[in-house]
Each structure stands twice: as C-alpha cells, then as structure tokens.
C-alpha cells in the first residue's frame, strides 16, 4: 500500500466525518505531522477536491462528480428504483435499497413517503450488515463462507442497546429470515424504528441487495407489522428480481 495515498484518503475521511476541520485538528486526530497534513492538503485544493475557507479545510463538490457517475452505474438501482418508489407512496413510509460491498451494506437508494420519518441514513452511507434489516436480508443468502468470511472481517459492533452481537444469536436470526423470507430490524440502528427488509435474489439465488420498508413503532406493529409490510416489501422485491433477470445488462 502507498503511504502517501493512503494519507490522502484519511484526511479526505476525516473532512468528511468532521465537516471541516483545520490543519492543526486533523494533525492531531491522525496522528500526523502539521506539514505532511498541509501538503496533502495543498495537494487536495489544487485538484479541486477540497475548499478552504477562514482556516477551515472542507470536501469540495468535485466529489458530487464522481458520486453521481458512480451512482449511476450501480445497475441495480435502476432495476429498483421504480418498486421502491411506488412502496414508498404507498404506505407513506421510507424505503431503501442496499448492496455489499467490502462485506459492509452500502445505502444506493432512498425515498420517502408522506409520512417517512427523519433518520441519519442516507445514499452512500455504510453500516455493518448485522445492524440492520436490509443488511441481515443480505447475510441470510449469502453463501456460508463469504457470510462467515465477512463476520470475521467486521466483527459484531453494537450500534444500539438491540443490535444483535451475539454470533450464534445472529445465525439463528438469519435462519429464521430465509424460512420465512425476510429479515426484521427492531431498533437495531436506531430507536423508535423497525424495518422490514426483503433480499433481491438474481437468478442463482446470490443476494445482489435487499429492499427494505422503515417506519416508526407506532406505525409498525401488529399485523401491518407481521404481515401487510412484509407481503408488500416482498412483492416489491420479486418484481425487482424480475427486472434483474431480464435485463441485459445484469
């Protein structure tokens, strides 16, 4: 691995997580020398990747460029899209689509309803697959040695009192998701929220993603809860397997 590239790419991290921050700041969260993180900086602003402003050093929006060019060409988005808008409508409800990559669960779509709720989730964000229900809708299809390989890599991090971090525990839940067929998050990520999350399946039956429906408590319990959201997520996500199947460029 390149040192000077891999410098580059935890200050850009670290911009990100800190929504700007100073030489100095970011000197003393990597544990860099002020002047290697100046010149990386320097570097960053010439290329228009990085603005600076009163001291203060933050992503530039060339990044929108190569955010926009990524996203759409992730292909199953495309396939999605139009399912999980329409869930959304629907129910009045926040849905989302997600795909792995690097054995964590990346965001690639969002919409929301009339009555979709406020969350800090949003398109390219990345969680641990275990923290949520689209990420457990994923890991209960995936074959057992890439599902085991990721749990090694990752680990079981707790992100809320109900996250699941007992492996067996998590095995068993994800038993339970392929015999039924979907995968529940019960304010696993964030409380006051459930999620009822289906797998996009190609034809072999490998997880390409999952589709998901959120809402909050109040709304997502009893029936509408157990059966209503997850017959429609499910329908949803058929429909979007369909498109996979046949659509060229999958």
């Not at 790419?9 to 921050?21: F, P």
């Not at 992503?59 to 292909?75: A, H, M, N, S």
């Not at 009339?114 to 697959?129: E, I, M, Q």
């Amino acid at each position: 691995m390149v040192q000077a590239s891999l410098t580059t790419l935890r200050i850009v991290e670290a911009l990100k997580r800190r929504d700007g921050a100073g030489v100095t700041e970011l000197a003393d969260h990597l544990d860099i020398p002020k002047s290697t993180v100046h010149n990386h900086l320097q570097t960053l602003k010439e290329c228009e990747f990085v603005v600076h402003e009163n001291g203060t050093y933050r992503i530039g929006l060339r990044f929108l460029d190569f955010g926009q060019f990524v996203w759409e060409r992730v292909e199953l988005v495309q396939a999605a899209r139009n399912e999980a808008d329409r869930l959304a409508e629907e129910t009045g409800d926040l849905a989302h689509v997600m795909v792995e990559e690097h054995g964590l669960g990346v965001f690639v779509y969002q919409t929301g309803g009339d009555r979709a709720v406020n969350t800090n989730l949003h398109v390219g964000k990345r969680v641990h697959l275990h923290q949520t229900g689209l990420g457990k809708a994923i890991l209960a299809y995936l074959p057992d040695d890439e599902r085991d390989e990721i749990l090694d890599q990752h680990g079981l991090r707790r992100r809320s009192e109900e996250t699941i971090v007992d492996r067996d525990v998590l095995l068993d839940e994800l038993e339970e998701t392929r015999r039924r067929g979907y995968a529940v998050e019960d304010e696993e990520w964030i409380r006051g929220l459930r999620s009822v999350a289906a797998p996009v399946r190609d034809k072999n039956g490998y997880p390409i993603g999952s589709l998901s429906l959120t809402g909050p408590l109040s709304r997502m319990r009893g029936e509408r809860y157990e059966e209503t959201i997850p017959d429609r997520v499910q329908s949803a996500a058929n429909v979007i397997e369909l498109n996979v199947e046949y659509d060229e460029n999958f």
